[in-house]
């Protein structure tokens, strides 16, 4: 009977927001409103996402639409739903999006409490030989009443409210954290619904995989040097651990959270801060490796303490299991003491 219930009683990504917005009850539903846009736009993206490939690979309608207007970039197709979809929702003040410059101030007749941090499309450039790639969003609400400024978006990661990501690959996976663990849905294309699929999602203590783009390894500093070299020539007689790196951010964070082990994107002499972005790639997957179980350092501190002060700014970034990112952690205060 227990099997049937299962069966019948769906639990899509609406109804466990709901369930979670009736922990709160001062709660007036806004939290909920702003997610359900979030998901349109998830939605939205996957279906466009899809339908892209398939037109590259049969060349259907060529880079022009049926109304032959230029095929708009996929990112910037990406970039233009989520932002539509949030200033919609009427529950947001403040966004920031990897494809623009500037943060977008909604206007006061539709604003909200809450500021959305976004990339609308992380690892576009993988489409075309059909690597998974994904949304990336991090929610934080508004410091103080009155004009919203810059400031309210330039908080430390640990004040985020939700955080998550959406992964466009063989299924559409919406990865979720509302600050008590983390839950997995999967897109069910004939209901239109994300399912949930991946109840409270624990990533294992220790894991077996790492990666990293071994193409920087000779601008690499001396403790990423010496955890890599540890992965593939352990001292102490245990096997060497696998590499899995894929290039896509999403992709590869959602194997190191199911499966365990360490990305690593680490700061090089090319690029001192790292490659990944802050507010809307380090902060939200840091935020998940947590809730799940996991943790996330920058070679100097815990991520999610890290303090932006420029909403484009990068930072390097090592996360994943508890007992793995713990010995990236000795490597760098071993620099330290030196
Ligand atoms: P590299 C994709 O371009 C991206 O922003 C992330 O999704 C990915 O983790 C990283 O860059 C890959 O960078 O330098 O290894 O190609």
């Given at each position: ?303 999610l303490d890290l303090v932006p002060k420029k909403i484009h700014e990068r930072s390097p970034i090592f996360l994943g299991s508890y007992d793995d990112v713990e010995e990236i952690k000795a490597l760098y205060a071993a620099e330290e003491q030196k």
């Open positions: 009977h227990a099997a049937e219930a299962h069966r019948t009683d769906l639990m899509t990504i609406t109804r466990y927001v709901l369930n979670e917005q009736s922990k709160h009850p001062e709660s007036r539903g806004d939290f909920t409103i702003l997610l359900s846009h979030i998901v349109l736009g998830c939605k939205f993206v996957c279906s466009a996402v899809n339908k892209a490939g398939l037109a590259k690979l049969i060349g259907l309608a060529g880079e022009t639409n049926v109304q032959g207007e230029e095929q708009k970039k996929l990112d910037v197709l990406s970039n233009e739903v989520f932002i539509k979809a949030l200033v919609s929702s009427g529950r947001t003040c403040i966004l920031v999006s990897e494809e623009d410059e500037e943060a977008t101030f909604v206007e006061p007749s539709k604003r909200g409490r809450y500021c959305v941090v976004f990339d609308p499309l992380d690892g576009s450039s993988n489409i075309d030989c059909g690597v998974s790639i994904g949304t990336i969003f991090g929610i934080y609400m508004i410091k103080e009443g009155g004009e919203p400024k810059l400031e309210d978006v330039l908080q430390p990661g640990k004040n985020m409210l939700a955080a998550g990501y959406c992964m466009y690959g063989s299924s559409c996976t919406l990865v979720l954290s509302t600050g008590s663990g983390v839950n997995g849905f999967t897109l069910d294309p004939s209901l239109g619904e994300f399912i949930l699929t991946h109840p409270d999602i624990k990533i294992p203590k220790k894991g077996k995989i790492y990666s990293v783009n071994e193409g920087n390894a000779k601008n690499w500093d001396g403790p990423t040097a010496k955890y890599v070299e540890k992965c593939k020539f352990p001292k102490d007689g245990s096997p060497a651990k696998s590499l899995r790196y894929i290039g896509s951010m999403v992709a590869d964070v959602h194997r190191t959270l199911l499966y365990g082990g360490v990305f690593l994107y680490p700061a090089d002499k090319k690029s001192p801060n790292g490659k990944l972005r802050v507010l809307y790639e380090v902060f939200p997957m840091s935020f998940l490796m947590e809730q799940a179980g996991g943790q996330a350092f920058t070679g100097k501190q815990r991520a």
